[in-house]
């Protein structure tokens, strides 16, 4: 693989789990198309390693690590927020849809199915992790910083403008 990963760098699936064989490198944020539409604009990088494997039921799979921080925007405060990402996923690659969806759940095995090929592109793989580790509502972890000054106990309360309501209660006649 080159310097940075691109979109057009593909592995064998099945090749990586028999071998054993591990990539790792470094991708652009920039550079995954998808991902990049979700974070802020960003010259960081996503640095991964993906392992090959073979289960010890016979079944071809990877691990991958995924390590970076992503530029993202505060739901609560409207400002941007570093998100860091440390991820480590196993996988088992399945020959088709079909194989995958007869693959039953174990809720105490977490790692994830997904069809293999002899040209799996790498760049796809990665971001769709990434995506999935983002935050569904991202949000500053101790609390959001304000510009403005914060409430006086002490400021007068504003009336409230439905108080003359109370007055008008019982003049109408029906």
């Known amino acids: 693989m080159s310097a940075y990963l691109k979109q057009t760098d593909y592995v064998n699936a099945y090749d990586l789990a028999r071998d054993k064989k591990v990539i790792e490198g470094q991708a652009k944020l920039s550079d995954l198309p998808r991902l990049k539409d979700m974070i802020l604009p960003t010259e960081g990088t996503v640095t991964y390693r993906i392992c090959g494997m073979t289960a010890k039921k016979g079944w071809p799979g990877a691990v991958m690590e995924l390590a970076t921080v992503v530029p993202l925007v505060c739901n609560r405060c409207t400002k941007p927020m570093d998100f860091k990402i440390e991820r480590e996923v196993a996988f088992r690659f399945a020959k088709s849809e079909e194989e995958a969806d007869s693959i039953p759940i174990d809720e105490d095995d977490d790692t994830e199915v997904i069809v293999g090929s002899d ?8 971001e769709e ?7 569904l509502v991202p949000a500053h972890e101790e609390g959001c910083q304000t510009d403005g ?5 002490d400021e ?6 439905f108080a003359k309501l109370k007055d008008l209660k019982g ?4």
Request: net charge positive; glycine share 0%.
């Open 129 to 135: 992790e990434l995506i999935l580790s983002l935050p």
């Open 171 to 174: 003049l109408r006649k029906v």
């Open 119 to 126: 040209k799996l592109n790498v760049a796809d793989w990665i």
């Open 156 to 161: 007068v309360q504003k009336p409230n403008p």
């Open 149 to 153: 000054p914060e409430e006086s106990k």
